[in-house]
């Protein structure tokens, strides 16, 4: 199935390569897309467990869904992984 996630916290091209990666190394997700222009994050899973899985991974990086609280502590680590980003290799 696929799916389209509204995120916050979702500023430039690092804060897509670390979604992407960290995305991709999940099992049952593939064809990961992000778009920081709309802040959408699209995905193909397997399961709702899978689903699940990427809502807590987005979270836990600090890119919560549209829909969730944007604590300071998220908005602080969405720093830490786009800069994180932005030193990575493609």
């Known amino acids: 199935m696929k799916k389209t996630i509204i995120v916050q916290n979702l ?3 690092g ?3 670390t ?3 960290k995305l991709s190394e999940l099992e049952n997700i593939s064809e ?3 778009v920081p222009e709309d802040s959408s994050v699209t995905f193909t899973y ?3 467990d899978d689903l699940s ?3 807590d991974k987005l979270q836990h990086l600090g890119y919560p869904s549209i829909d969730s609280k944007n604590t300071l502590a998220s908005k602080a680590k969405s720093f830490v992984s786009c800069a994180t980003g932005k030193m990575a290799k493609e």
């Open 15 to 17: 804060c897509a390569r």
């Open 11 to 13: 500023k430039c091209g």
């Open 19 to 21: 979604i992407t990666n």
């Open 53 to 55: 899985k990427v809502e």
């Open 32 to 34: 990961v897309t992000v």
């Open 46 to 48: 397997g399961t709702a």
